[in-house]
Nanobody, 132 residues
Framework: QVQLVESGGGSVQAGGSLRLSCVAS????????TGWFRQAPGKEREAVAA?????????????YYRDSVKGRFTISQDNAKNTVYLQMNSLKPEDTAMYYC????????????????????WGQGTQVTVTS
């Protein structure tokens, strides 16, 4: 059973940083695409970043970002911990949202159309609040 457990959300002042973590289980060593999405109150869910993820092999993986976070956010993975991270620097009030990690079907999904919320498994979400 695929499970995604998120952590790292919180409240931070504008210009500050947070690192979100997504620990995956149930598909170790299976290649797939893992993404971060966010949803603010009254707005639609939007893709933030994605990475070609694997439980062990990462050679040749690619990363993807929405334009508004390029240069500020970094998505990465730790094979030993089967964890995907989202490092968020220079946070802005408009980054305030519930953040979710998601993965496509292990062994089948890739990061084509990475920003389309057609992912198979989702975490519970972690709240990020940025104050001015």
């Amino acid at each position: 059973q695929v499970q995604l457990v998120e952590s790292g959300g919180g409240s931070v002042q504008a210009g500050g940083s947070l690192r979100l973590s997504c620990v995956a289980s149930g598909y170790l060593y299976s290649r797939t695409c893992t993404g971060w999405f966010r949803q603010a109150p009254g707005k639609e869910r939007e893709a933030v970043a994605a990475i070609d993820a694997d439980g062990f092999y990462t050679v040749g993986y690619s990363t993807y970002y929405r334009d508004s976070v390029k240069g500020r956010f970094t998505i990465s993975q730790d094979n030993a911990k089967n964890t995907v991270y989202l490092q968020m620097n220079s946070l802005k009030p408009e980054d305030t949202a519930m953040y979710y990690c998601a993965t496509k079907q292990p062994g089948y999904g890739d990061c084509g159309r990475w920003n389309d919320p057609n992912y198979n498994y989702w975490g519970q979400g972690t709240q990020v609040t940025v104050t001015s």
